[in-house]
């Protein structure tokens, strides 16, 4: 990602972060890559997540709006997932251990099915969340996002 994509976003955006834990490495790698973008913005992390990237984040000399919920399995994908009902969350970067069980993975699925239903870009891999975070539509005054149409298909 060049300077001048970091540099276009003027719309803050409140950025949501869940990582497992076989992939924090790979979700603080990501947040240090974009440390000058997600400086710009508001982040929701789930508790050592956000731990991580602030600690990451403050070694590098970036200073960044973190708000730590619980950690994933004590609730904190529950607690973003409401938000992102009540519409809070403009965007969510959730890193999935797709190798291996999660004891808590009904609330991993409620997580990602509240982004669908309420029509938040959730990106599961870096390559997606560095596509969705550069985005050239977040500033876009003429263009809003569709709403998502729950109705059968008629031919």
């Known amino acids: 990602m060049n300077n001048e994509n970091k540099q276009r976003m003027d719309k803050q955006l409140t950025i949501a972060l869940v990582a497992h834990d076989n992939r924090k490495s790979d979700m603080v790698d990501w ?9 710009k913005h508001k982040l ?11 600690k990451a984040l403050e070694n590098k ?22 938000l992102v009902v009540r519409k809070k969350i403009n965007l969510a970067v959730f890193l999935i251990d797709d190798l291996n069980p999660q004891p808590h993975e009904a609330d991993i699925q409620m997580l990602l099915r509240q982004c669908r239903v309420h029509n938040v870009p959730i990106a599961c891999n870096r390559y997606s ?11 876009k005054e003429d263009y809003t996002p569709s709403e998502p149409r729950y109705i059968k298909f008629n031919r």
């Open 129 to 139: 969340a560095d596509l969705m975070i550069t985005s050239t539509l977040w500033d």
């Open 61 to 82: 000399g970036v200073e960044v709006d973190i708000t730590c919920m619980n950690s994933g399995p004590m609730g904190g994908d529950a607690e973003i997932a409401a």
């Open 31 to 39: 947040a240090v890559f974009n440390a000058d973008m997600l400086s």
């Open 44 to 54: 929701i992390c789930t508790g050592t997540t956000g731990k991580l990237i602030q």
